[in-house]
């Protein structure tokens, strides 16, 4: 299978069902009355954290995820049956965004939900609209549409270490001989392709989850190699685990080039605590690999530690995993910091819904509003008695009033929100 971590989705909640008009017909019982039910709700669409899977692959043919729509309503007033919620499930650490790139939910725990579209509301049967003045209704209401929206999925993975490095820094033979993953290892630049997660045992009782992230090159956070495309893996990694081949002709030059990528892509990777390790150092005297971490040693601050291994032979490799796990342990440990209480006094927004405002275009005067919109969308234009409650509710809105004063004249144009079918004369 292979690993996709960003995806382009169009998610569509169902419409809720129409309302039924209908009128109760039995033997002996004259003037039986209205009896249409009410449709049931849309589905909605509701994305599923879960740790069963790691990558969003399934969505490269699945583009559409569409729920259930609404069923309509029956007669005796029987309630037409709910449009059943698309529950799909995505890889934990997945970040969801709108097209104008708004986070609209970030999962980061397994099981955690986000309702991603809403279904439409259900509408109602003639025999919601019985009263003392209309004892008969002739018409019942539309469902509502569902939501629908082009989003994007983002996987950033969560993981404890992040290791990073220039190509063929050895992360991945690291990887390899410290936990079960078994990513393509080989002597060229950019072999891992793809980031790699491995559970690394650092005793009985404990494991660390790396994550492998494949090697950087200068440019990277301005997208060459690449660049983005696996930058954002590292973003939520607790300790940073740098790698450096002792052969590279100048390691200190080999560290601040990962470095400065990291700080280019987001200045707050190199705050997080780090560790840095000179890789192959099989054959190497001792006199060269501590002349190697003293060049690292000058360019790198304080806090950093540094180690030196090699992943063939096995050397240093459990002295750093028992520095790595203690680094976790206590990056985790650490309290989040106490957002600031504002000076300013917090102010609660009143209920907007029933505002509503008028614009004149090309000649049709338009209604916007949240509430007149729902009203819009639930009507039947093709039903007199339908268009003649939008009408009454225009009326007690004030919107009838307003129109009069704006000069509209008989016949005009009047428009409800964006759809131009939901029109009335004045």
Same mark, same amino acid.
């Given at each position: 299978?292979?690993?996709?971590?960003?995806?382009?989705?169009?998610?569509?909640?169902?419409?809720?069902?129409?309302?039924?008009?209908?009128?109760?017909?039995?033997?002996?019982?004259?003037?039986?009355?209205?009896?249409?039910?009410?449709?049931?709700?849309?589905?909605?669409? #509701?994305?599923?954290?879960?740790?069963?899977?790691?990558?969003?692959?399934?969505?490269?043919?699945?583009?559409?995820?569409?729920?259930?729509?609404?069923?309509?309503?029956?007669?005796?007033?029987?309630?037409?049956?709910?449009?059943?919620?698309?529950?799909?499930?995505?890889?934990?650490?997945?970040?969801?965004?709108?097209?104008?790139?708004?986070?609209?939910?970030?999962?980061?725990?397994?099981?955690?939900?986000?309702? &991603?579209?809403?279904?439409?509301?259900?509408?109602?049967?003639?025999?919601?609209? &019985?009263?003392?003045?209309?004892?008969?209704?002739?018409?019942?209401?539309?469902?509502?549409?569902?939501?629908?929206?082009?989003?994007?999925?983002?996987?950033?993975?969560?993981?404890?270490?992040?290791?990073?490095?220039?190509?063929?820094?050895?992360?991945?033979?690291?990887?390899?001989?410290?936990?079960?993953?078994?990513?393509?290892?080989?002597?060229?630049?950019?072999?891992?392709?793809?980031?790699?997660?491995?559970?690394?045992?650092?005793?009985?009782?404990?494991?660390?989850?790396?994550?492998?992230?494949?090697?950087?090159?200068?440019?990277?956070?301005?997208?060459?190699?690449?660049?983005?495309?696996?930058?954002?893996?590292?973003?939520?990694?607790?300790?940073?685990?740098?790698? #450096?081949?002792?052969?590279?002709?100048?390691?200190?030059?080999?560290?601040?080039?990962?470095?400065?990528?990291?700080?280019?892509?987001?200045?707050?990777?190199?705050?997080?605590?780090?560790?840095?390790?000179?890789?192959?150092?099989?054959?190497?005297?001792?006199?060269?690999?501590?002349?190697?971490?003293?060049?690292?040693?000058?360019?790198?601050?304080?806090?950093?530690?540094?180690?030196?291994?090699?992943?063939?032979?096995?050397?240093?490799?459990?002295?750093?995993?028992?520095?790595?796990?203690?680094?976790?342990?206590?990056?985790?440990?650490?309290?989040?910091?106490?957002?600031?209480?504002?000076?300013?006094?917090?102010?609660?927004?009143?209920?907007?819904?029933?505002?509503?405002?008028?614009?004149?275009?090309?000649?049709?005067?338009?209604?916007?509003?949240?509430?007149?919109?729902?009203?819009?969308?639930?009507?039947?234009?093709?039903?007199?008695?339908?268009?003649?409650?939008?009408?009454?509710?225009?009326?007690?809105?004030?919107?009838?009033?307003?129109?009069?004063?704006?000069?509209?004249?008989?016949?005009?144009?009047?428009?409800?929100?964006?759809?131009?079918?939901?029109?009335?004369?004045?």
């Amino acid at each position: 299978m292979s690993f996709v971590d960003k995806v382009d989705v169009t998610v569509k909640a169902g419409k809720g069902g129409d309302g039924k008009m209908s009128f109760r017909h039995e033997m002996y019982i004259a003037k039986g009355g209205p009896d249409g039910g009410d449709g049931g709700d849309g589905g909605s669409v #509701i994305l599923r954290a879960s740790r069963n899977q790691n990558t969003l692959t399934a969505f490269r043919y699945q583009k559409e995820l569409r729920a259930e729509l609404g069923h309509s309503g029956g007669t005796n007033r029987k309630h037409g049956k709910s449009g059943a919620n698309l529950i799909v499930a995505v890889p934990v650490g997945t970040m969801v965004t709108d097209s104008d790139g708004i986070v609209v939910a970030d999962l980061v725990v397994d099981e955690q939900e986000a309702l &991603v579209a809403r279904g439409g509301k259900g509408g109602f049967g003639n025999a919601h609209f &019985v009263s003392s003045k209309r004892q008969a209704p002739n018409f019942a209401e539309k469902g509502e549409p569902g939501d629908e929206y082009d989003l994007q999925l983002e996987l950033k993975m969560i993981a404890d270490v992040g290791l990073v490095g220039l190509p063929n820094a050895g992360k991945s033979t690291l990887l390899s001989v410290v936990s079960h993953a078994r990513p393509e290892i080989a002597d060229y630049p950019f072999t891992t392709l793809t980031p790699n997660l491995g559970v690394v045992d650092i005793d009985k009782k404990s494991s660390v989850l790396f994550a492998d992230i494949p090697g950087l090159i200068e440019g990277a956070a301005e997208g060459k190699g690449l660049g983005h495309d696996f930058l954002r893996h590292i973003e939520r990694t607790a300790v940073i685990l740098h790698l #450096i081949d002792s052969y590279t002709e100048d390691v200190a030059k080999a560290y601040l080039t990962v470095r400065e990528e990291l700080k280019a892509y987001q200045p707050e990777l190199i705050k997080r605590p780090e560790i840095v390790a000179l890789t192959k150092i099989e054959g190497l005297d001792i006199e060269i690999i501590d002349d190697l971490k003293s060049q690292i040693k000058r360019v790198s601050p304080k806090r950093t530690k540094l180690f030196a291994l090699s992943s063939k032979s096995g050397e240093g490799v459990k002295e750093l995993l028992y520095e790595v796990q203690a680094t976790v342990i206590a990056a985790r440990n650490k309290p989040a910091k106490k957002a600031k209480i504002p000076e300013i006094p917090v102010l609660t927004l009143s209920d907007t819904s029933d505002k509503w405002e008028i614009k004149k275009k090309d000649g049709i005067f338009i209604v916007r509003g949240q509430k007149i919109e729902q009203f819009g969308r639930r009507t039947d234009f093709t039903n007199e008695q339908a268009v003649r409650r939008l009408r009454d509710i225009m009326r007690r809105f004030g919107i009838m009033h307003e129109l009069t004063r704006l000069g509209v004249k008989a016949e005009q144009v009047i428009q409800i929100g964006n759809n131009s079918e939901s029109r009335i004369n004045y």
